[in-house]
């Protein structure tokens, strides 16, 4: 069987870390996988995944459970086992250099000193993948560390209900328009 997307979002595993800025990723692709009626039911490579078959389109999702900064190892793992071309890819993660709710896709670029990024192109080699970007604000009174591990209050949440509402049409726009067009559209 032959995967053509791998879609990813980036978090840390553990019920501790739910709602949790760095944790954006989760929040979103289980906002897909909800929208789609699937549920995240299978295990391999210390990753929780699904597999749906979308407009002739077979995709995984795949939330990675290994910590942030090793995201890469189960990603890599993946991308290896189903023969995925990394131009098949898209990460979803969180930015602290962009406002709350604020989101940005890319087709390449730098980590930004994003760890679970910097692991990514580690483990594929490569910057060239497609991501979705999802601003989280940055708070210079707290360490980085202790800011992205730290919850979202309920206003956040009021400000990113509506983008993580929106994550279903961007999917759907990755597998049915050319990327550069779904960065005019969304960015």
């Known amino acids: 069987?032959?995967?053509?997307?791998?879609?990813?979002?980036?978090?840390?595993?553990?019920?501790?870390?739910?709602?949790?800025?760095?944790?954006?990723?989760?929040?979103?692709i289980d906002r897909i996988v909800d929208s789609l009626g699937l549920k995240f039911d299978k295990?391999?490579?210390?990753?929780?995944?699904?597999?749906?078959?979308?407009?002739?389109?077979?995709?995984?999702?795949l939330k990675p459970l290994e910590y942030?900064?090793?995201?890469?190892?189960?990603?890599?793992?993946?991308v290896k086992f189903f023969d995925i071309d990394v131009s098949d890819i898209l990460i979803i993660h969180?930015?602290?250099?962009m406002d709350l709710g604020r989101i940005k896709l890319r087709t390449r670029g730098s980590s930004g000193?994003?760890?679970?990024?910097?692991?990514?192109e580690a483990n594929l080699g490569t910057q060239d993948y497609k991501r979705v970007k999802v601003g989280i604000s940055n708070d210079k009174r707290f360490d980085t560390k202790d800011y992205v591990l730290g919850r979202f209050s309920s206003s956040d949440m009021e400000i990113?209900?509506?983008?993580?509402?929106?994550?279903?049409?961007?999917?759907?726009?990755f597998?049915?328009?050319?990327?550069e067009m779904l960065m005019n559209k969304y960015n």
């Open 1 to 28: 069987m032959i995967y053509l997307k791998l879609i990813v979002g980036l978090g840390n595993p553990g019920r501790e870390y739910e709602r949790t800025r760095h944790n954006i990723g989760f929040m979103a």
């Open 43 to 61: 295990n391999k490579f210390n990753g929780s995944y699904c597999v749906g078959n979308i407009n002739g389109c077979k995709v995984i999702f």
């Open 68 to 78: 942030m900064n090793l995201s890469g190892n189960v990603v890599g793992r993946f």
């Open 94 to 97: 969180d930015d602290l250099d």
């Open 113 to 120: 000193g994003h760890n679970g990024l910097k692991n990514i």
């Open 160 to 173: 990113l209900n509506p983008i993580l509402d929106k994550m279903p049409d961007i999917f759907n726009d």
């Open 175 to 179: 597998l049915s328009i050319s990327f």
